[in-house]
């Protein structure tokens, strides 16, 4: 069909679409010409930055509800007029977004409309505009409105799959030939929830970062706090900063390199202890003078490493890694961090992860007015008890069982930051770990990325850019990703070409290459087949 036929048909009444256990209540369509957007990789997460230009699409959003719950859910949909490649995106959220939102959705939308697809979206009946604040959490003091939280944690998901290719159906004469997810940290969730819940929604998921263990994660992010109000004492940010650039000094060259990243994360770890650094003298900017590096500085550090803790002291879930931007002042954008601090006159306060607080009060607490600052190190591994028996069924998505999945064709592309702020990159790897050995021959159906040096979905190093068209050769033509090319700019401003590499391989400099910035001097290798290195600086 022409432009101008496709634009003719950009009335609500081409359209009627319709999932089992829910009923439309208006449909809107309207021409969108000359639409222009800048959009950022970090925001694309598997694909290159764009600039988009003179696009043109017809411009869908559905309001429907579920009769009985009162709920209002809105899907939005961008149906390109010219050159539609056949294919469908549909875009996950962030925080407590399902996806609907001027930032998280409505770029990443835009490129795809420019690369042909028809590109879809859910608010999950929340109508968002922030990612951390949940004014709806509550329908009133003590009693949290179950069925919101379950729309954010499934039910939009097929509601959202079913519907779309309705729309695709309707205005183009014919379904879609393939359908694809995208998202990160929410969205990421929301992929592996598609995947284990309802596995022939979409045949491609690239799900990044992903929130896997919401229960564990939510409660989590408001972890560094929590030790800061126990201990009474609030480090500066330069010391937790000062700490964070020693770990990657000692670390830096275990792979052979000396480039920003910290690649042998593990062997880092267990080798580096912050409180060998208390009593540094350190110059810090908030002070404006050099300081030492107290104790507590250390003791928040090391208790963001190992992940939340009972009162004596046993591990209760995973820490974030050691290279991670704690403060916000590093590599970490597009996202709230977990230690932040705020200093004046001497007295510096801990800053509020919203998204663990609002975790922490509404849902946990079930009172908006709980108070944070006076909770006890008992009642947070109470309130966290709370969390995982209360909604491990509607937010988590561990299921290691992909069988159906794995059986429908379906493919599953994941990536994360080893040096992600928010979500523990061991959370993924261990998650990896269980589908592999749930599910025969993992690497057929689903490939997980580790990146060194990478932040929260984007930050720092190494965003994997060519991920997307990867996994659509992968679906469409079977061509499975071996390794995937990065690049970025080190320390030194050297333009730096890498690889990184399917799980469990890493990526290895070959020193007889010569040249660490040329991707072919690095190889993926396995575990046991890695030898000792020669640092190159």
């Known amino acids: 069909m022409t432009l101008n036929s496709l634009a003719e048909v950009c009335v609500p009444s081409t ?9 439309v209540v208006s449909l809107q369509a309207s021409v969108v010409t000359n639409h222009a957007a800048d959009v950022p990789d970090g925001l694309r997460h598997t694909a290159p930055s764009v600039h988009v230009e003179n696009a043109s699409f017809c411009n869908v959003t559905v309001t429907y509800t579920h009769p009985g719950y009162d709920d209002r859910v809105n899907i939005e949909a961008w149906l390109p007029l010219e050159d539609w490649n056949s294919r469908l995106t549909a875009f996950g959220g962030g925080g407590f977004v399902a996806g609907r939102h001027p930032l998280l959705s409505d770029l990443p939308m835009a490129a795809a409309v420019q690369d042909g697809f028809a590109a879809v979206t859910t608010d999950a009946g929340l109508e968002q505009t922030s990612n951390v604040r949940v004014s709806w959490a509550l329908a009133s003091t003590g009693n949290v409105n179950l069925h919101k939280l379950q729309n954010l944690g499934s039910t ?25 997810w995208e998202g990160c940290s929410q969205g990421g969730r929301q992929g592996l929830m598609l995947a284990q819940r309802y596995p022939t929604a979409f045949d491609g998921i690239a799900a990044s970062a992903p929130g896997i263990d919401w229960t564990n994660l939510l409660t989590s992010l408001h972890w560094p706090e929590q030790v800061m109000r126990t201990l009474g004492e609030t480090p500066y940010m330069c010391e937790l900063d000062a700490i964070t650039a020693a770990v990657i000094a000692k670390c830096d060259g275990l792979d052979g390199v000396n480039d920003g990243i910290v690649t042998d994360f593990d062997e880092c770890k267990a080798n580096f202890d912050p409180f060998d650094l208390v009593g540094k003298s350190i110059p810090c900017a908030q002070t404006g003078k050099d300081m030492p590096i107290s104790r507590a500085a250390a003791t ?19 820490g974030v890694s050691v290279d991670t931007d704690l403060t916000g002042n590093g590599r970490s954008i597009y996202q709230p961090v977990i230690a932040a601090t705020n200093c004046t006159e001497g007295r510096c306060v801990p800053v509020r992860n919203n998204l663990g607080a609002n975790w922490v009060q509404r849902f946990l607490a079930k009172d908006s007015s709980f108070d944070l600052d006076s909770m006890t190190h008992e009642k947070f591994i109470s309130l966290l008890r709370v969390s995982r028996q209360e909604y491990g069924s509607i937010m988590d998505t561990l299921d290691p069982d992909l069988s159906e999945f794995k059986e429908a064709g379906g493919k599953i592309v994941t990536y994360h930051g080893v040096a992600d702020n928010l979500v523990p990159f061991k959370v993924t790897e261990n998650y990896y770990e269980s589908v592999s050995e749930t599910v025969d021959n993992v690497q057929y159906f689903y490939r997980f990325f580790a990146i060194p040096g990478l932040g929260h979905c984007a930050g720092g190093y190494q965003q994997p850019t060519s991920l997307f068209a990867q996994l659509q050769a992968w679906v469409e033509n079977g061509t499975a990703p071996d390794s995937s090319p990065v690049s970025f700019t080190s320390p030194d401003g050297v333009t730096q070409n890498r690889i990184i590499c399917p799980w469990p391989k890493k990526s290895r400099f070959d020193a007889s290459c010569g040249d660490p910035a040329k991707a072919e001097c690095w190889a993926c290798l396995t575990p046991e087949s890695l030898l000792p290195v020669t640092t190159v600086n």
């Open 15 to 23: 359209f009627a679409p319709s999932v089992f256990g829910a009923e």
């Open 156 to 180: 939009s998901l097929n509601d959202l799959a079913v519907m779309s290719k309705s729309l695709v159906a309707s205005f183009y004469g014919k379904p879609p030939s393939y359908s694809y």
């Open 300 to 318: 928040v550090a090391h208790a963001a490493w190992e992940g939340m803790s009972s009162p004596d002291g046993k591990q209760l879930w995973h």
